[in-house]
T-cell receptor, first 115, second 111 residues
């Protein structure tokens, strides 16, 4: 158990809908990362937040957005969902997320199926 | 640019050694990692190597880095059925925490 929790574990929804994925980082970690794992794109970095502020952006679609709250939990919002958004979404956390290298601890993921 | 390649599949017998290979294209990579993904679980960091090292050993795991050829390998000694999983190599760069993952290698260990 990494200490990173993600809810829900599974999500089934329809095209055009909007969903919110939630992540609670390890206690004390200030940085949260979101990754998407899909069959055609593999594992891709989406976005990083550090202490409530966006720090780095990857291949995140404009239909997707994220935020990190004062209690450091993070939410990834996916809107106008398409079939191709079906994927496993991982959250990871690390103590600082800047400067020296540090380990990212991954949650178990949320599996999203868009029908 | 960022591009990390791995072979898709490896099958070995229990007790044999497994070698999983990875090639990357970005010579500015600072850290290289091996992650393990089991069904229904997240990504578990197995080991990592700094780009100025050639080799790192951690119990049954040996990581070899050939920086000239941009080639990374993970050797698992005395492979067990519990080692069956998908293995990802990943890279990151100094000052940037995002991980760039390879395509993943599915390791199947048969008794």
């Amino acid at each position: 158990d990494s200490g990173v929790t993600q809810t829900p574990k599974h999500l089934i929804t329809a095209t055009g809908q909007r969903v919110t994925l939630r992540c609670s980082p390890r206690s004390g970690d200030l940085s949260v990362y979101w990754y998407q794992q899909s069959l055609d794109q593999g594992l891709q970095f989406l976005i990083q937040y550090y202490n409530g502020e966006e720090r780095a952006k990857g291949n995140i679609l404009e239909r997707f957005s994220a935020q990190q709250f004062p209690d450091l939990h993070s939410e990834l919002n996916l809107s106008s969902l398409e079939l191709g958004d079906s994927a496993l979404y991982f959250c990871a956390s690390s103590p600082r997320g800047q400067g020296e290298w540090e380990t990212q601890y991954f949650g178990p993921g949320t599996r999203l199926l868009v029908l | 640019g960022e591009d990390v390649e791995q072979s898709l599949f490896l099958s070995v017998r229990e007790g044999d050694s497994s070698v999983i290979n990875c090639t990357y294209t970005d010579s500015s990579s600072t850290y290289l990692y091996w992650y393990k993904q089991e069904p229904g679980a997240g990504l578990q960091l197995l080991t990592y190597i700094f780009s100025n090292m050639d080799m790192k050993q951690d119990q049954r795991l040996t990581v070899l880095l050939n920086k000239k050829d941009k080639h990374l390998s993970l050797r698992i000694a005395d492979t067990q059925t519990g080692d069956s999983a998908i293995y990802f190599c990943a890279e990151s760069y100094a000052g940037f925490q995002k991980l760039v993952f390879g395509t993943g290698t599915r390791l199947l260990v048969s008794p």
